[in-house]
């Protein structure tokens, strides 16, 4: 059973940078796309972008400026790293697999990670 | 950018009854070469993640009871719990994954009446 499992620090200050790894355990990372989606408290799901094991991307538009996620194959982690935040970017993050679509589209998510909240803030 | 909609924003339903979810996309999410709609639907409960229920609009997980059915092509599709228990008092959630960025819809919330 393909397990993820999110870390990182909590608390962010504004205009600085929001830093999580995602450890995967019981598959390896060399198959599947690997996601980061988030969670603002109450609120609904937004996608963040996904990474694959050669290191391929791909990012949501409202956030591409701001988003770089890179895998380490050898210890079977991604990362994300989102710049510059506010406390807009407060949010619960998860990270998920799913596969990929013929348009190249990450399809849907079948594991998820338990998130994990950061709350930016001075 | 395809925008998901989500009808109604919260519903309560006795124990026993049927339960319905509408999910609504501002673009047919339907490729017609394999007719497959690239949509999915997930359960979120409390202090948990999503869990995928179901994908290509009516394909049902493994281990996913069979009170959950989805159905519905093009832009408008529907979640169906049966005969809801208390255990499926959640948020539930659609997905396009059709075109990029993938989006998800706003969520509906149901409880037990």
């Not at chain 1, 990182?8 to 355990?25: D, I």
């Not at chain 2, 979810?21 to 948990?48: D, E, F, M, R």
């Not at chain 2, 049902?60 to 959950?68: A, L, M, T």
Request: with cysteine; aromatic share 12%; glycine share 8%.
């Amino acid at each position: 059973q393909v397990q993820l499992q999110e870390s990182g620090p909590g608390l962010v200050k504004p205009s600085e940078t929001l830093s999580l790894t995602c450890t995967v355990s019981g598959g390896s990372i060399s198959s599947y796309y690997w996601s980061w989606i988030r969670q603002p408290p109450g609120k609904g799901l937004e996608w963040i972008g996904y990474i694959n094991y050669s290191g391929s991307t791909n990012y949501n538009p409202s956030l591409k400026s701001r988003v770089t996620i890179s895998v380490d194959t050898s210890k079977n982690q991604f990362s994300l790293k989102l710049s510059s935040v506010t406390a807009a970017d407060t949010a619960v993050y998860y990270c998920a697999r799913g596969g990929i679509t013929i348009f190249g589209v990450v399809a849907e998510f079948d594991f998820w990670g338990q998130g994990t909240l950061v709350t930016v803030s001075s | 950018d395809i925008v998901m909609t989500q009808s109604p924003d919260s519903l309560a339903v006795s124990l026993g009854e049927r339960a319905t979810i509408n999910c609504k996309s501002s673009h047919s999410v339907l490729y017609t070469s394999n007719n497959k709609n690239y949509l999915a639907w997930y359960q979120q409960k409390p202090g948990q993640p999503p869990k995928l229920l179901t994908h290509w609009a009516s394909t049902r997980e493994s281990g996913v009871p069979d009170r959950f059915s989805g159905s519905g092509s093009g832009t408008d599709f529907t979640l169906t719990i049966s005969s809801l228990q208390a255990e499926d008092v959640a948020v539930y959630y659609c997905h396009q994954y059709y075109s990029t960025p993938p989006a998800f819809g706003p969520g509906t919330r149901v409880d037990i009446k």
